[in-house]
Structures are given as structure tokens and as C-alpha cells.
């Protein structure tokens, strides 16, 4: 059921003061991005995009939002000033596209193309493929970028591997078992650590992100579909379909330190511009909850959509 509750160490006032940004959402069920403005804590607009919208990223001038349809296998632009889509991409190479990565010179998307078992580059300013890498691998689902933007790693979850490829070197392209049903990914700012998680196994794979060297497999809740690592670095979160809770990583030891309850079916997370809150999409139940970092206690659950579950955080201007 959805609902909207606050926790009663806090007040109002108190509670609200700290928010002062705009979550975009990627409403699966409702084929649509939202804006959610975390001061109302509330849905405040919705821009219809293609179908069954996954994922969602933002140029590097923050003008425009980008969201992968794989239920209709396009790419969606939203023009967030005008909060509404501007161009819709297809194309033959777009089937099942979801993972999405900007390197920092902000002038290409890339884009997981599933089914293709491919990583896409896409011209942001052209709008259109401009080369094609074959990871090789089932199911290559999330992508993210070393902090240069040298470095992709790829999670593909039917082949239960991750995948390291060098951007500047087209045939480069190193692989390492990362359990069955592998999925959410996350890297470290820093570069160090890779998480893999694997929603059959239910653990958590940690690998130098080097070379793909394991360092360690965490045992975690059962359907873990999400990684999220905090911008210090210091802790990892952990999303899961199956037990509606949020795993706590320390990051240094390498062991769980907490299991936070949230809505059912959590998926996609966001952090606050601040560092101080995290955002979980529970997809299942149309709600978005928020984690205070500071004392890991839900803070505030909140109506949002049909599915949501990819987010990213844009902060006031």
C-alpha cells in the first residue's frame, strides 16, 4: 500500500529543511520520467517518454535527461527546461537498451544494447550510433566508467560476468565470473573497488577494479539487483527485489553492518548532492523511500509513480 510516513524523532520542519533538489525518475510502468521535487516530496511533473524506461542519465551541462526504453527499444531526450521529450532514437542495434554512461568529456553516450551483447557509442551532439563493441557476453546489462572515463565495465547477467573494456582500444576486452544472474554494479570514486551483484547468488562480488582480481564474495539479502557506493567511499548499499530491504557495506572490511527495511521491490538508488540522504526506488509498490546516511533510518516514504526505479539527483540551481 502506498503511503507516506515520517519518522517521529523528526518534525516537519526539521525533516523537509535539508532537501533542496529534483529526483528524476525512470517510471517503468508508466512509460514516463518524473520529476520529483524533494522539498514537497511529491511527483510535481511527468514527461512521457518510450516504453518501459529503465534507466536514467544527464548530460554533463544538466540540460538534458536521457532515458533507456527497452520495452520499445529507443532512447528518449528530455529537455529539462522545457520538461518535455525532444527527440526519440531508434535503431536496429537498440534491442533490450539499457546501461548508460557518459565519460567526461561529455560528447558520447554509452549505451548496453542486451539482446545485441553489445556497448554502443552514441554522438550526443549528432544523436546517432557512431561505433559498436561486442562485449561477447548474455545479457550485458549496467555499464559505469572509471573516474577518466577510460575504463568501461560492463555486468551481464546471463553469462554471469563482468566485463572490463579499455574505450581508447576497440578490441580490448577482459572478462571475469561474477555469479549467476549478475547485475547491479557500482565503482568506487576513488577507482579501487568494482561491486558486482548477482540476484541468483545473492552475493556480492568485490574486485580490484585494476585487473578484475576478486577480493571478496558477500553473502547479502535474496534478489540483489542494485549497487550504490557513498561519495566517500566509505559504504556500499545494496538493493533487494526479493527481501525488501537495503544492505550496509562497510567498504573497508568488506562485511555487512546493517539491513534496512524499505518498500517492496526496491531497485535504482540516488545520493543527495550533499551526501546526506539516499534516495530508494521500491518499484514495486510506486514509492520512493529516503535513508538519512547519518543515522541509516528511513526518514520519509513517499507515493512516486507506478514503477520507478532508475533515479539520478539534480541539485538546485
Known amino acids: 500500500m502506498k503511503r507516506t510516513v515520517l519518522a517521529l524523532v523528526l518534525s516537519i520542519t526539521s525533516a523537509v529543511s535539508g532537501f533542496a533538489e529534483t ?14 521535487d524533494t522539498d514537497a516530496r511529491r511527483v510535481v511533473h511527468s514527461v512521457p517518454v518510450g516504453g518501459n524506461p529503465h534507466e536514467v542519465i544527464l548530460t554533463r551541462d544538466g540540460r538534458i535527461a536521457i532515458t533507456s526504453n527497452p520495452g520499445s527499444n529507443t532512447v528518449s531526450f528530455v529537455d529539462l527546461q522545457k520538461r518535455e521529450e525532444i527527440h526519440r532514437m531508434a535503431s536496429p542495434l537498440f534491442r ?20 545485441k551483447r553489445l556497448v554502443l557509442s552514441i554522438d550526443l551532439a549528432k544523436r546517432e550510433v557512431v561505433d559498436e563493441v561486442s562485449t561477447g557476453m548474455g545479457g550485458s546489462h549496467m555499464v559505469v566508467l572509471s573516474p577518466d572515463g577510460e575504463r568501461a565495465y560492463i555486468a551481464n547477467r546471463e ?26 554494479i ?33 553473502a547479502v539479502g535474496s534478489g540483489p539487483v542494485r ?16 527481501s525488501a530491504q537495503v544492505y550496509v557495506i562497510d567498504l573497508g ?8 527495511p524499505v518498500g517492496e521491490g526496491p531497485g535504482g538508488m540516488a545520493f543527495g548532492s550533499k551526501g546526506e540522504w539516499l534516495y530508494i526506488a521500491n518499484t514495486s509498490e510506486g514509492t520512493v ?19 520507478p526505479d532508475g533515479m539520478l539527483v539534480v541539485a538546485a540551481r
Open 23 to 36: 529526483l528524476l525518475i525512470a517510471d517503468k510502468s508508466a512509460d514516463a520520467l518524473l520529476l520529483f
Open 96 to 115: 533490450f537498451p539499457h546501461g548508460m554512461a557518459i565519460p567526461p568529456n561529455g560528447k558520447t553516450l554509452y549505451l548496453t544494447s542486451e539482446q
Open 159 to 184: 553469462s554471469g560476468t563482468v566485463s572490463l573494456w579499455k574505450t581508447s582500444k576497440q578490441g580490448s576486452m577482459q572478462h571475469a565470473d561474477a555469479g549467476d544472474g549478475a547485475e547491479g
Open 186 to 218: 557500482a565503482l568506487s570514486h576513488d577507482g579501487r573497488w568494482l561491486l558486482v551483484a548477482n540476484r541468483n547468488d545473492n552475493d556480492l562480488h568485490v574486485f580490484d577494479a585494476s585487473d578484475l582480481s576478486l577480493e571478496k564474495k558477500i
Open 227 to 242: 549497487v550504490a557506493i557513498a561519495p566517500d567511499d566509505q559504504r556500499a548499499f545494496v538493493t533487494h527485489r526479493a
Open 253 to 260: 572490511a568488506h562485511e555487512v553492518t546493517a539491513r534496512i
Open 289 to 307: 523511500s529516503t535513508l538519512d546516511l547519518a543515522t541509516l533510518k528511513i526518514v520519509s516514504t513517499d507515493d512516486a509513480g507506478e514503477g
